[in-house]
């Protein structure tokens, strides 16, 4: 497996992507961002008219990806992950 994707409805119209993964090895070959677009056509067929999710501050290959998408940051909640670092919460009219 070189990557997964978890999303879910946790609203009547909106989605979340929980989690994306790419194995370091398969980085940069597009698999996140056909994991990505996956996703996000699963949300538009479900009714969804935005996404949102959480990604570290820290973590520019992952901002670059979300961008390139049409996500924009909402905002920033400090101290988000277990070992301090900040979010960015991101968002996407779907």
Not at 33 to 53: E, P, V
Not at 55 to 69: D, E, F, H, I, P
């Amino acid at each position: 497996m070189a990557g997964f994707i978890l999303g879910f409805k946790h609203a009547p119209f909106e989605c979340r992507v929980f989690w994306l993964a790419v194995k370091p090895g398969y980085q940069c070959r597009g698999i996140g961002m056909r994991l990505m677009m996956g996703i996000l056509k699963i949300f538009r067929n479900m009714g969804a008219l935005s996404a949102t999710l959480e990604v570290r501050v820290g973590n520019k290959k992952a901002q670059a990806l979300y961008s390139t998408l049409g996500f924009q940051m909402i905002g920033i909640v400090p101290a988000y992950y277990s070992d301090g670092e900040a979010a960015i919460i991101m968002k996407l009219r779907l």
